[in-house]
């Protein structure tokens, strides 16, 4: 069920703070989390699970905005979607802080069925959890995806667990080809969260999980993704347009999204 070993943790951070891969990664997160907050309260008639759901919506509509995948794929030859799609029901702190990087720095890439993205030879999917529990995570009890997710196994310059210094990688994969678990066709990280509506706290933090059914931890290793200072204001600007002429009335430049030319084509 193993293709490669997970990444190492150092290079995963390393691609991480490259092209403020990392920075984006939070600023989608807040933004998520400022709407739910905003949005999905219990004053306007929403509930645990429905804010869950909302949550989980909001984070990959963020993710996918700061690095241009899905919605706002950027056509070939231009440069980002109009700032109008992007900034579309953004908050004024949300449109201010918004990272700025090249397009094609990160891809989408689901698997099975969870939201997924690409970088630097690894993917991440999502996982929300309880805050504060994060060392409490159980994967035996997640779902096959995720099972699957947490047996890949480290890469061996990585530090073992007593259970991995016992079993070999052989006995390891079969082990693990025992169960009915769909196969891990590339590195994949992922990317845990969770918010307290109560009071507003948040953890946000992505690492290789680890199959704990020996009642050991649930990571080979994790780390933090909210202790960095918050991006400048953005600085994107509109492409330049000529200029109207006083024969001509002023028009509204909208760019549009690569479905939107493709169909008018």
Known sequence: MYSDPVITRQRALDVLQANDVARGIAWAFNSACEQALDDLTRGNGYGALTAGVGRYELIADRLDRVFSCGEYEVAEGMESVGLDVLYEGLSERARLTMPVMPAGTVTRSNFRGSNGWTVGGFRFITHSFSRGQIAGIDW?????????????????????????????????????????????????????????????????????????????????????????PEPDQAGRVVPDAPAPTQQEPDVTVRLRKKDEAEDAG
Not at 170 to 177: F, K, P
Not at 203 to 213: F, P
């Open 140 to 228: 035996t009890k997640a779902s096959p995806t995720l099972q699957a997710v947490a047996r890949q196994r480290p890469d061996e310059t990585e530090l073992l667990t007593l259970l991995d210094v016992m079993l070999d990688i052989e006995q390891r994969n079969d082990l693990a080809s025992q169960d009915d678990l769909p196969t891990v066709p590339m590195p994949t990280l992922v990317l845990v969260h969770a918010l307290d509506r109560e009071t507003a706290e948040r953890e946000l933090a992505i690492g290789h999980a680890r199959y704990n059914d020996d009642l050991g931890g649930p990571w080979h290793w994790h780390e933090h993704l909210l202790s960095g």
